[in-house]
T-cell receptor, first 114, second 112 residues
Framework: KAGVTQTPRYLIKTRGQQVTLSCSPI?????VSWYQQTPGQGLQFLFE???????NKGNFPGRFSGRQFSNSRSEMNVSTLELGDSALYLC?????????????FGPGTRLTVT | EDQVTQSPEALRLQEGESSSLNCSYT??????LFWYRQDPGKGPEFLFT???AGEEKEKERLKATLTKKESFLHITAPKPEDSATYLC?????????????FGGGTRLMVKP
């Protein structure tokens, strides 16, 4: 069974630009969550989508947004990039079955803002 | 606010030298506590889920335990390939969605 895939794996953007990252969950998984990982703050929750609806949101500015499609694939968008947005962005999917709550992570997208 | 604290931040072991990693947590209702392993430049790899105090789970040289305030990841006779960052995370009851709150991780280095 294929794991969570994320594209692109690496991105370099300039301050002020916007970026869109993509995530394909494990087949059959309907919940997709996004996390930001930095050396200083560690892993922080961005938002979660389930059945195309945002179910939960972390403490990030409105420049960070996301969406989920009917096939459970998800995208996240960051507008007006700042230097501090440089990070590893991780996507995780979950089966959402009673008693099963594990989240499986993709390899991440390394975003560098210059 | 949920809080997860892992200690130590870094741990150096000789091959075969057993030890334990600690994860202390405060959360408003615990649905599950998760352990992950992360290698440099990769996403976290799922290891264990623990749901209630007293529960234990094992996988090869790793054993995870849970109390009402903390969890331990015991590593028995580690090998160099066990070198990685180990992350602990907590999850609230289902009405709060699937959000995970992570600790800062323990960076484990096992020398041959």
């Amino acid at each position: 069974k294929a794991g969570v895939t994320q594209t692109p794996r690496y991105l370099i953007k300039t301050r002020g630009q916007q970026v869109t990252l993509s995530c394909s969950p494990i087949s059959g998984h309907r919940s997709v969550s996004w996390y930001q990982q930095t050396p200083g703050q560690g892993l922080q929750f961005l938002f979660e989508y389930f059945s195309e609806t945002q179910r939960n949101k972390g403490n990030f500015p409105g420049r960070f947004s996301g969406r989920q499609f009917s096939n459970s694939r998800s995208e996240m968008n960051v507008s007006t990039l700042e230097l501090g947005d440089s990070a590893l962005y991780l996507c995780a999917s979950s089966l959402e079955l009673a008693g099963v709550h594990e989240q499986y992570f993709g390899p991440g997208t390394r975003l560098t803002v210059t | 606010e949920d809080q997860v604290t892992q200690s130590p931040e870094a741990l150096r072991l000789q091959e075969g030298e057993s030890s334990s990693l600690n994860c202390s947590y405060t959360v408003s209702g615990l649905r599950g506590l998760f352990w992950y392993r992360q290698d440099p430049g990769k996403g976290p790899e799922f290891l264990f889920t623990l749901y209630s105090a007293g529960e234990e789970k094992e996988k090869e040289r790793l054993k995870a335990t849970l109390t009402k305030k903390e969890s331990f990841l015991h590593i028995t006779a580690p090998k160099p390939e066990d070198s990685a960052t180990y992350l602990c995370a907590v999850q609230r009851p289902s009405y709060a969605g699937n959000m995970l709150t992570f600790g800062g991780g323990t960076r484990l280095m096992v020398k041959p």
